[in-house]
């Protein structure tokens, strides 16, 4: 007498495991679990391709949450620039009328001071012009021996010899109103080139 040989199987409703003898193949029969009928077969292997379909879901989402992340870095780092911009730009916005925001090419931003445009006054009655603007201490220290040159052109856009002018201290946040005497003859516009402070 053989022993009776028994398959596996599953619910066609819920899934659960099922064991039922040969000759019970392709009948119904009511699940154990869900007590529904269902229809005695062989598992043919699916869950091995289930689990397969599961992992590539599971790379799959991995790989998009790391695109979403990457992604959001990067519009993170473009907008920090932009604030940045913005916060520079008002920053300017807020200066006295007239100035000039030290920049990166500017030679003595390290120095933190701010300078104003120049402009060429003639005194009256006299033929003698004098280049006059102010220069701003930004720094908490007080400065000692600030010299200052003042470039020089005429029409055509030729250099001529600078206008200096020097003042003794500055305190901190303090503005110094100079006026260089110019003496290079022609000259219709000015800049502040150096600012020197001695030590």
Not at 106 to 130: D, M, W
Request: net charge positive.
């Amino acid at each position: 007498m053989s022993a009776t040989k028994f398959l596996r199987g599953e619910c066609q409703h819920c899934g659960g495991h099922l064991e039922f003898p040969v000759e019970a193949a392709g009948t119904s029969a009511e699940c154990p679990h869900c007590h529904q009928s269902t229809e005695l077969f062989i598992s043919t292997g699916d869950d091995h391709v289930t689990a397969n379909k599961a992992k590539t879901k599971t790379i799959i989402f991995i790989a998009l949450a790391c695109l979403i992340l990457i992604g959001g870095l990067i519009g993170a780092m473009i907008a920090l620039k932009r604030a940045k911009r913005m916060v520079e730009r008002r920053e300017g916005e807020y200066l006295p009328s007239g100035w000039i925001p030290v920049t990166n090419q500017n030679p003595f931003q390290s120095q933190q001071f701010l300078a104003s445009p120049v402009t060429l006054e003639k005194a009256p009655g006299s033929s003698l012009v004098r280049a006059v603007g102010t220069i701003k201490n930004l720094s908490p220290q007080r400065r000692f021996a600030v010299r200052i040159e003042i470039e020089l052109k005429d029409d055509t856009g030729r250099l001529l010899d600078p206008a200096k002018d020097y003042t003794a201290t500055m305190e901190p946040g303090a503005e110094w109103n100079f006026k260089a005497m110019v003496n290079a003859k022609g000259a219709v516009s000015g800049r502040v080139s150096v600012i020197k402070e001695e030590n």
